[in-house]
């Protein structure tokens, strides 16, 4: 059985290692001077070289090669760990051993002296994965290993991480490999392979992997063993389910122009033919955040695309205002959060285009708004703009009676965000704007992040039927009041007034208790 090609092509010097040069040469110039950490984090998204960097540098720091240029591959030790048979790199997948028990077993063998190399290097993969309390059987040897050990956490999510353990770590955070180096490295791979490609499947497969080399090689991996002769785009694109970017443009000017029913029956289309709801949302989204770039920025845009794609958007971006832009992507973005809700991905996707269209249709021209020409000036008589809505005190009562089952729901979708809304009221509805008053500043900003609000939207839309947009503001926190004890009934055995300076105190007496009230400055 033949090796996978992420396998077979895993860089084994810091050469070969694709994307990272920020990496790479920190960890070559401490190699060189001998200023080795006891403990690191690799930090980034998946497929960028983490795990292999942990393994280039278990090989550096005990090749046995007296040249400055390490590792050498050619050692007992290099080879070894090449072969995966060095028993002092130890690999460790937090995800299935992420208990307390599995870390107490690691402090009692760290004291253990190498068997063959000069230093014992443990890797601990998606690290984030370890329980509250491995995470603290951990730290106190992270503190103070012993020094024939070397710690290489990696993990795909730092933020999970306590910052009692990020502070004991020298921390990499390893970047998405742009789809050019990709190219390359995977043009390189195939001409040693002996696979045929064409330059454009090549391309393809680059921005599919999305700056993850591991996923560029699975997918040359696959297209190689679909079928003999030469790898073509169309084939990649069969075989993948992907959409052209033309077809991702063809529904974008349908959105922009407002064409509702044309827009749902090119979706229905593309649905019948086998392309799957999520996957036409997250090309278009990857889509419109180039466009809003390309809209933003110009020429000076940083987008990795074929020349025509980036003009194709620069027509396109003239169709919306930036503002209007912003929207339809948050819109997007908010279905598939809906998506993961259970509801059915073609009719969210189906609905959020009809409510994009029909905020669209109004304001957007039969073409970009660069080719619009002024109209003569006596048609340029404006009608008087539309009077503001005007709040609805029913629907405010609406969200207040249902608050505790606002909570209770977004509770089960974001704990977090219905733990900032326990500092929060309604304030108002206007039309198809729900402001929410929160009491700190630092709430408010929290809940006003994309996702956060999309949830919010789709809570709130569904409580007052109807598309809603949430208006986040600071106000002061109401004061609790507390209502004085209530006046015995009994009848009243005494009655006193007692001045205090500028204060009267009034006590009252009776069978049911004592009741005291005092009034003044």
Not at 80 to 108: K, M, P, T
Request: one cysteine or more; a neutral charge; charged letters at 25%.
């Amino acid at each position: 059985m033949g090796q996978v090609l992420y396998r077979k092509w895993r860089s084994r010097s810091f050469d070969e290692l694709v994307g990272q040069d920020h990496v790479v040469r920190t960890l070559k110039n401490a190699i060189k001077s001998g200023h080795i950490s006891h403990a690191y984090l690799f930090a980034g998204p998946r497929g960028t070289g983490k795990t292999t960097t942990a393994r280039l540098l278990a090989k550096a720091v005990n090749c046995l090669s007296t040249d400055k240029e390490k590792p050498c591959n050619q050692c007992e030790i290099c080879v070894a760990i090449n072969e995966g048979r060095c028993l002092d790199l130890i690999e460790i997948d937090a995800a299935s051993n992420r208990g307390i028990d599995e870390i107490r077993d690691l402090r009692e063998k760290v004291g253990f002296m190498p068997t063959q190399a000069r230093y014992k290097v443990y890797v601990i993969d998606e690290v984030h994965m370890l329980t509250p309390e491995a995470f603290n059987a951990l730290l106190k040897t992270l503190e103070e290993p012993p020094p024939h050990v070397i710690f290489v956490l990696a993990t795909t999510a730092p933020d999970r991480i306590p910052l009692t353990v990020l502070s004991r770590c020298q921390r990499f955070d390893f970047r998405r490999i742009p789809a050019k180096a990709i190219m390359d490295r995977l043009a390189f791979i195939a001409s040693q392979e002996g696979i045929s490609i064409e330059p454009e499947a090549l391309s393809f497969i680059a921005h599919q992997a999305m700056g993850s080399m591991r996923d560029a090689l699975s997918l040359l991996d696959q297209l190689r063993a679909f079928g003999e002769g030469t790898i073509t785009l169309e084939l990649a694109r069969a075989v993948t389910g992907a959409i052209s970017q033309e077809t991702i443009a063809e529904l974008v000017e349908l959105l922009a122009r407002g064409q509702t029913a044309e827009l749902i029956a090119r979706l229905d289309e593309l649905i019948d033919r086998g392309a799957e709801p999520r996957q036409i949302l997250q090309e278009l989204l990857s889509f419109l955040r180039n466009l809003l770039l390309v809209k933003i920025s110009g020429d000076k845009a940083s987008v990795d695309l074929p020349q025509e794609t980036v003009e194709r958007m620069k027509e396109l971006s003239g169709y919306l205002t930036t503002l209007q832009w912003v929207r339809v992507i948050r819109l997007l973005s908010r279905t598939s959060v809906e998506m993961r809700g259970g509801l059915s991905p073609q009719l969210a996707l189906e609905l959020a285009f009809i409510e994009a269209t029909g905020a669209q249709s109004q304001a957007v021209a039969p073409g970009p708004q660069a080719q619009v020409r002024e109209a003569p000036q006596e048609a340029q008589v404006k009608e008087p703009p539309p009077p503001p809505p005007q709040p609805r005190d029913e629907d405010l009562s609406l969200l207040r009676g249902q608050w505790p089952k606002i909570l209770a729901t977004i509770r089960g979708i974001d704990k977090a965000l219905e733990a900032l809304l326990r500092d929060c009221e309604p304030v108002s509805v206007a039309g198809n704007t729900v402001t929410l008053g929160f009491y700190y500043p630092l709430h408010r900003e929290k809940a006003e992040e994309d996702k956060r609000r999309g949830i919010l939207e789709e809570v709130l839309g569904r409580v007052l039927e109807r598309p809603v947009r949430v208006k986040c503001v600071v106000v002061p926190k109401k004061k609790a009041t507390v209502s004085p004890p209530r006046l015995p009934e009994d009848p009243v055995v005494k009655v006193a007034v007692e001045k205090l300076g500028a204060r009267v105190r009034i006590r009252v007496e009776g069978e049911g208790g004592t009741y005291v009230q005092e009034d003044g400055p």
